[in-house]
């Protein structure tokens, strides 16, 4: 594909936000997976450890159940298949903030990288290199998302019981809550702002453009789940044939290799997919940022302008 350049800093409106994303993806999607893939092959062999002790935890804990508590009343679940579900559960909320401090901040500075450039030509090395410069910041921005959430949740709950009109509100704060904190991150990296400050930025732009900034996130969020649910379709039919075939013969998975390497490699796939697909939502919130950075301020327009004015 000719590389041409895609404006980033254009007051854009809904319809004009999809399609630029659309636009982006297909012209960044082959250069930013490589990014993706060199930068997290750490935590690819992470995440496939990690997988391995959760699916041999459960795989144990789901047998005993399954099997009359392994054929004896007084018999109960191995110690070991707790440990391992433990150690799989702790070692997969370590490389998740791991993760999430790293890609979120990559997807962004590969996002500013190009707008910086006006072009894709650029080595991924300056991605790690911009992101490195704040990664203090990065990482305590993506330590806050944990309370923030929990708020969220505490609210979402209190809306539960409200039948009909909860279930929209729910939906209404998370996609808010996803374009603000994307919006808010953006502002932080691009403007190399404090967190407090790039937060306060961030929700200034985003409840000036509600029901877009809302609207942008939804939509995007449901096509790129789509996306991610189709890349699911082979993985996914492999493992159902399988499970299907151990049901019917009654295999012993706990014991079996081939079960312990199928529904490992396809947890780790999943979660995989997990995070690539936060990174793609990322980009989505950065044309976001943009868009409503150049209505409220006009910086880019206010330039060219006067770039007008100097040649006539």
Same mark, same amino acid.
């Given at each position: 594909?000719?590389? +041409? ?11 004009? =936000?999809?399609? +630029? ?27 496939? !450890?990690?997988?391995?002790?959760? !699916? ?5 804990? #789901? ?11 007084? %018999? ?18 370590? =490389? ?12 962004? %500075? ?13 080595? $991924?090395?300056?991605?790690? %290199? ?19 959430? #929990? ?6 709950? #209190? ?10 509100? &729910? ?6 809550? =996803? ?10 990296? &691009? ?27 939804? #939509? ?7 996306? =991610? ?18 049901? &019917? ?8 290799? !081939?079960?312990?390497?199928?529904? +490992? ?6 979660? !995989? ?21 150049? $209505? +409220? ?5 206010? $330039? $060219? ?5 100097? %040649?006539?």
């Amino acid at each position: 594909m000719k590389d +041409t350049y895609i404006p980033l800093r254009v007051n854009r409106d809904f319809g004009e =936000i999809i399609s +630029t994303y659309f636009d982006f993806f297909k012209q960044n999607i082959k250069k930013f997976t490589n990014v993706f893939l060199s930068y997290n092959g750490i935590f690819l062999i992470g995440l496939l !450890v990690t997988s391995y002790f959760l !699916v041999s935890g459960f795989m144990g804990i #789901i047998a005993y159940e399954t099997q009359g508590g392994f054929n004896g009343p007084s %018999s109960s679940v191995d110690d070991k298949y707790y440990i391992l579900l433990g150690v799989g559960g702790f070692l997969f909320f370590i =490389i998740l903030l791991m993760v999430g401090v790293l890609n979120y901040g990559l997807a962004s %500075s590969f996002m500013i990288r190009y707008d910086e450039n006006e072009s894709n030509n650029f080595d $991924k090395k300056e991605v790690w %290199s911009y992101l490195r410069g704040q990664l203090g910041n990065v990482i305590l921005f993506v330590l806050l998302l944990i309370p923030i959430y #929990i708020a969220f949740l505490i609210v979402v709950v #209190i809306f539960a019981f409200i039948p009909l009109v909860g279930l929209f509100v &729910q939906y209404v704060l998370q996609y808010f809550l =996803i374009g603000w904190l994307g919006v808010s991150f953006y502002d932080m990296l &691009q403007n190399k702002k404090s967190v407090g400050s790039a937060l306060g930025e961030g929700w200034n732009l985003i409840t000036k453009n509600f029901w877009k900034s809302v609207g942008v996130n939804f #939509i995007m969020g449901l096509l790129l789940g789509i996306l =991610i649910l189709i890349t699911f379709i082979v993985p996914g039919v492999i493992v159902g044939v399988y499970t299907f075939h151990v049901v &019917q013969n009654d295999v012993d998975f706990t014991n079996s290799v !081939v079960a312990t390497v199928v529904y +490992t490699l396809g947890t780790c796939l999943f979660l !995989v997919l997990a995070i690539y697909g936060q990174c793609l939502s990322q980009f989505v919130n950065g044309i976001l940022y943009y868009a409503l950075h150049e $209505k +409220t301020y006009n910086i880019n327009t206010r $330039k $060219k302008i006067d770039q007008i004015g100097e %040649s006539a």
